[in-house]
């Protein structure tokens, strides 16, 4: 990339390559097994979402996430027959691909919580939140647009929210991943999943805890 696309892609809402890369491996799987037509490829993508099969996709580059958000749109159509539970699916594959490739230190601390180490119910409960703190924020390092953060539910005094601000250009497609992304790290913290999202404006997703610790 040189330093005219570099420029480019820091402006433009983008997603890293070591989360686009499983999409872009998927779309190829999906063409090569036949689920996807050269036809619906034509129809579905642009030409600059088909110059990505032919080309390397790096993990430490940005790539546009409406690119992101077409080919994912493409796979569940296809792959997932129109659910939004393919695309849970493939974002709990995320959390784990990431984790298992060690390209993040905050999916690392998932093997040493300080909830882990804790007894007694309050004491979880802000452990958790310290947890929950340190590894939301992992966003930024993935998305170069948003903004992660937690809080304790004003709803549910053992509850936490995530809440996802500057949300103007993350897609539904984004959200579900998401969902299943954030899902699979509370299962692997020992907690089962826990999260469901709601766009509550057109900037702003909220991820809110279904039950208590």
């Not at 642009?46 to 080919?71: C, H, M, Q």
Request: contains cysteine; negative net charge.
């Amino acid at each position: 990339m040189d330093l005219l696309e570099a420029t480019r892609m820091a402006t433009t809402p983008s997603i890293k390559g070591s989360v686009f890369v499983g999409v872009v491996e998927a779309l190829e799987k999906a063409i090569s097994d036949g689920a996807i037509s050269p036809g619906e490829l034509d129809r579905r993508l642009d030409p600059s979402d088909l110059e990505l099969l032919e080309a390397e996709i790096l993990v430490s580059s940005w790539y546009d996430i409406r690119a992101y958000t077409r080919i994912n749109e493409l796979l569940r159509d296809a792959v997932g027959q129109g659910s939004n539970e393919y695309l849970k699916t493939r974002g709990r594959e995320t959390a784990r691909r990431l984790l298992e490739a060690g390209f993040y230190a905050q999916l690392e601390y998932l093997n040493r919580t300080e909830v882990s180490q804790t007894s007694g119910q309050q004491a979880r409960f802000e452990a958790f939140g310290r947890d929950l703190r340190k590894l939301s924020t992992i966003s930024a390092s993935i998305l170069n647009f948003s903004n992660w953060s937690s809080a304790p539910d004003p709803a549910h005094a053992d509850r936490y929210v995530l809440e996802v601000s500057e949300a103007i250009d993350f897609p539904e497609v984004l959200c579900w991943r998401s969902d299943g992304f954030v899902n699979e790290m509370s299962s692997l913290h020992g907690e089962g999943d826990l999260w469901e999202w709601k766009r509550v404006a057109p900037d702003r997703v909220v991820f809110t805890m279904h039950r208590g610790m």
